[in-house]
């Protein structure tokens, strides 16, 4: 390899997952290191993992400088990756450890790899055999020469383990040894789709791109249904062919079953998959072979950013608008924004699809940075969905009833017919608020401040804040009388009795994610659905994500009003884009489909602008709207979130930083605040918020570092910057 090397000895400053300064130095280990190199390095009394960042800076008593134990068997991080961690940590103001940390998580890199047992066809395969074998036998065949696991190929053949070992009883079926880190098996375009219409010129302009091998950035925007997924495939087909690597982002992994399918019957085997739910030792294997090129496309959530690629030759964010994009625990950073960055720091291109896209990506797409396609029809027979208004001011709903007689009525048709309903209500539990009729007390967690919310199927309160649970109270918890307390409000657990109550002959399904055990169970129970196993669906916000439910003709959406009272500059953005998501549900196959939205509103431009379907007028109006504010992505805003348990310090600390704003203020941005954050209180601590806003020529983050500077965070007190803050609770 042709890198910098330092020979053992020689003083390397090292970058080490501990919170400390930047950099240490060491002597580089017995057999030299170079730039990128992973080491493990005493730290005090423990070992630390740490990567070789450049030469040592010295400076100080040589003698004192320890040796590095050795050097790890991984590839070296490469300089792209180094590179990206450094601006990724400039830019989001994350000390760089931090960064490291993210990049290095989970994958236990000082464990060496130890076998594991693989399972392959053995002897003749009798023609009488259980329907089980008989799947485990054609699952080895759709496996080929590909080593598999007993998990693996169980979950293949969709039968137990039992029936493997049945197998290698019987000397059908032979259990050998394999590393247990093994190369994913090969993907190879097998089934392009005949694209149509406007379809053939997107995919046509994004295979140019993977070809071109530089970076630059697309919006693909098309209804859902307009076949923006089979587009971007042809993409990442081009960039498979070309031996280089694929990333694709997808926002609620767990859920993602049906795409898993979909690129199985694409490229003949299922891709790597990087998130919360794969287990370390997957995790690790998957990051050694990210790292050595075994590992051709890696679908993932928003962390997968961080893999080591060897050869990224292409990055797609599906759903581009999805919240969830923004990490908003511990590395604050918007997975969309650090995609753009690092595909232009490895020169690939990046595509970001979505049917509702954000203002910030719909601005660069007008402003010309990013490139856009546009899909304008839905694929094939299906048709977006007619969309209307119920007037909630004109039905009349009896007590503890949420669902108008129209929208009832349009349920009950669906049932005749044999096809599926759903009904949205973006909440959790059985009811958001549990009320004292005798003294108007509502039940409240006792460290945030925030209603506690009955969940009766786990019957119990929880705070949606912290997480805190307690038993249902009998008696009132403030005035101690019995049997007054009440539910007040809807979430789905309620509505599903409502649901019940006048449909109680249809089969009905509650997609809500605390209902589920694991992600596998949503994940099961949402193919059923989709197979056609319910009339009646009821579900939160993961029903708005890409599932296909082809007998789905309805959906009415309980409150389209929900979200349109937040304080939040994005709440017509969210409200616009999760209607118009949740919508996009009906009509997907051949039959049509309809939308009705239960309003007390009509009238209200944003309800308007989503019966419309006029979606550029929407975000033109949105777009001037922020532009006037001077609102992202018009101008710039970092939110500084403080809390401690010492309200009264917090409170001292906060006005002081916000009296001595001089660095901000000579930078051009203004500091706003301090004041309470919409939950003053979480897990026991107070919350404070102050804003910085600028003109989006400012050089915010080295003005914000400047300014805090001048003060010593006390130890009390957490002290977060939130740049480009999505949320502000
Ligand atoms: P989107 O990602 O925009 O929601 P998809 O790519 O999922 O759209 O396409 C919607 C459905 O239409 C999928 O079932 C897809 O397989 C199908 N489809 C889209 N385009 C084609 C095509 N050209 N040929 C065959 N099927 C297509
Ligand atoms: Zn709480």
Redesign the pocket.
């Given at each position: 390899m042709n890198r910098s090397v330092f020979d053992a000895g020689q003083l390397v400053a090292v970058l080490t997952t501990e919170p400390l300064g930047r950099t240490l130095d060491y002597r580089a280990p017995e057999g030299g290191c170079s730039l990128g190199d992973f080491l493990e390095v005493p730290l005090g009394p423990r070992r630390v993992l740490g990567v070789v960042w450049g030469a040592g800076e010295g400076g100080y008593d040589a003698a004192k400088i320890r040796a590095a134990y050795r050097r790890l068997d991984v590839p070296p991080m490469r300089d792209e990756l180094r590179a990206f961690l450094a601006r990724a940590a400039e830019y989001t103001l994350t000390p760089l450890p931090a960064m490291l940390r993210a990049a290095t998580r989970g994958p236990r890199l000082d464990s060496p790899p130890s076998a594991r047992k693989t399972y392959a066809l053995a002897g003749p395969v009798p023609n009488q055999m259980t329907e089980a074998r008989f799947k485990v036998i054609e699952a080895l065949r759709r496996f080929g020469a590909a080593p598999v696991t007993l998990g693996e190929l169980a979950d293949e053949a969709d039968v137990s383990t039992s029936v493997i070992k049945g197998l290698v009883k019987l000397g059908i079926v032979a259990e050998g040894e394999a590393p247990r880190d093994l190369p994913y098996p090969p993907l190879v375009s097998q089934m392009p789709?005949?694209?149509?219409g406007d379809?053939i010129a997107a995919a046509a302009d994004l295979v140019g791109r993977v070809k071109a091998g530089a970076f630059s950035a697309v919006l693909l925007q098309?209804?859902?249904?307009?076949?923006?997924?089979?587009?971007y495939l042809e993409a990442v087909a081009e960039c498979l062919a070309r031996g280089r690597q694929a990333l694709i982002l997808l926002p609620e992994i767990a859920l993602t079953a049906d795409f898993l399918a979909?690129v199985q019957a694409r490229f003949g085997n299922r891709p790597a998959e990087w998130h919360s739910g794969v287990t370390q030792t997957e995790r690790r294997r998957l990051w050694r072979m990210v790292g050595q090129g075994d590992a051709q496309m890696v679908v993932g959530a928003r962390s997968a950013l961080f893999l080591p690629f060897r050869d990224l030759g292409l990055i797609v964010v599906d759903e581009e608008h999805d919240t969830s994009y923004k990490q908003e625990e511990g590395v604050l950073y918007n997975a969309r924004d650090m995609a753009v960055l690092r595909a232009s720091i490895v020169g690939a291109p990046v595509v970001l699809?979505s049917?509702t896209p954000c203002l910030e990506s719909w601005a660069n797409a007008e402003g010309g940075k990013y490139h856009k396609l546009v899909?304008t029809a839905r694929?094939?027979a299906?048709e977006l969905p007619k969309m209307a208004a119920i007037d909630m001011r004109a039905q009349a709903l009896g007590k503890n009833e949420w669902i108008s007689p129209a929208l009832a009525h349009e349920v009950a048709e669906r049932i005749q017919t044999g096809e599926q309903s759903l009904l949205f209500l973006n909440r959790r539990g059985y009811a958001p608020i549990t009320l004292c009729r005798a003294c108007g007390h509502q039940v409240e967690c006792e460290t945030c401040d925030a209603r506690m919310v009955e969940h009766r199927f786990l019957n119990q309160l929880q705070c949606h804040q912290c997480g805190a649970t307690r038993a249902i109270p009998t008696s009132c918890p403030a005035c101690k009388a019995e049997g007054k307390l009440a539910a007040v409000g809807p979430g789905v657990e309620r509505l599903a009795e409502e649901v019940a109550a006048k449909f109680p002959t249809a089969r009905l399904a509650v997609l809500s994610s605390d209902l589920f055990a694991s992600a596998r169970a949503l994940k099961e129970q949402i193919v059923t659905i989709a197979a056609g196993g319910a009339d009646i669906i009821i579900g939160t916000q993961i029903v708005a994500k890409?599932h296909?439910f082809p007998n789905l003709t309805l959906v009415g959406v309980i409150d389209a009003d929900l979200g349109l009272h937040g304080s939040d500059l994005r709440a017509a953005e969210r409200t616009f884009q999760l209607m118009r998501q949740v919508a996009g549900r009906a009509g997907?196959a051949e039959k049509a489909g309809a939308a009705l939205l239960q309003t007390f509103q009509p009238e209200h431009p944003v309800i308007h602008a989503i019966l419309g379907g006029d979606e550029n007028a929407f975000w033109a109006a949105e777009a001037a709207a922020r532009s006037q504010a001077g609102t992202p992505p018009y101008g710039r805003l970092a939110g500084i979130i403080l809390s401690s348990p010492d309200m009264g310090a917090l409170m001292d600390f906060a006005n002081d930083i916000a009296r001595r704003d001089g660095p901000l203020r000579a930078a051009g941005a203004q500091l706003y605040g301090p004041a309470p954050a919409p939950v003053a209180r979480v897990r026991g601590r107070h919350r404070l918020r102050l804003l910085i806003k600028s003109d989006k020529s400012v050089a915010l983050q080295p003005a914000i570092l400047a300014w805090l500077a001048q003060f010593k965070i006390p130890n009390h007190l957490r002290l977060t910057v939130d740049i480009d803050p999505q949320s502000f609770y």
């Open positions: 789709a005949a694209l149509e379809q098309g209804v859902t249904g307009s076949g923006k997924t089979e587009v979909r699809a049917a899909l694929f094939g299906a890409g296909n997907r």
